[in-house]
């Protein structure tokens, strides 16, 4: 009966191998996944080492940049402070050479107005000796009459510009007692500088300014002698 059965073939065989060859494919597939699981990884964390160390160099070129961005305003702002103080001294030296300029002019103008006082003064003064000279040429003779009518020598005063003029003959007590004075003439107006004895300035400044007035020695000389004459007759000394 057994052999009168049909035989029945269920393909074990083939479904073995072909569980052998989809197990070998699996595992091949399996094998290559975790080797490309490893690599990709590998790779991954390589080029977050590689990231990382970009991140590292660019931040330290950013702190470069912003040391020397730092030191570039520092210089910046001190080449600003010394523009600034260098203008200001610009400024201050401008000043002070306007001012030393404005200074020379106004020195300039003085020198050219005191050269002019100068030259008024030295005309002057030359118009005054030409007087004098003229005075004097005129005054010799009348000088030589006075000293003998009013008994009167001329000397010197020891001193530049000065002349002390002597009389006699004017006490009646003692004729050979003298009475002299000192004129200065140092400058155009002449004034009585001493005298003996004393006479007071009331009585001689009237006659200093009329000789002033007229440059009339001879009148001058005889005044004088009238205020000795006084004196002497007041006071009998």
Known sequence: MADSL???????????????????????????????????????????????????????DIEILSLKSATHAQTL??????????EAAITSLTSQHDARANHCDRLRGQIEETQKIIKQKVDAQRKHA????????????????????????IEGAGVEDR?????????????????????????????VLRCHPKL??????????????????GVFLKEMRSLFAGVMKSTGS
């Open 200 to 217: 007071e300035s009331a009585g001689t400044q009237p006659v200093v300014e009329r000789l002033n007035e007229s440059r009339n020695i």
């Open 77 to 86: 702002q001190k080449e600003a402070q010394e523009s600034a103080e260098m």
């Open 130 to 153: 030409d007087q004098l000279n003229a005075q004097a040429r005129f005054n010799l003779p009348e000088l030589d009459f006075w000293q003998s009518y009013l008994c009167l020598r």
């Open 6 to 60: 049909p035989s029945i073939n269920f393909g074990f065989d083939e479904l073995r191998d072909r569980m052998a060859r989809f197990t070998a494919r699996f595992d091949d597939f399996i094998e290559k996944g975790r080797k490309r699981v490893l690599e990709e990884r590998n790779q991954f964390r390589m080029n977050v080492a590689e990231l990382q160390e970009d991140q590292r160099m660019k931040q330290k």
């Open 163 to 191: 002349l002390m003029f002597v009389y006699t003959h004017v006490d009646e007590r003692d004729w050979e007692r003298e009475a002299w004075f000192e004129l200065g003439m140092g400058s155009r107006e002449y004034e």
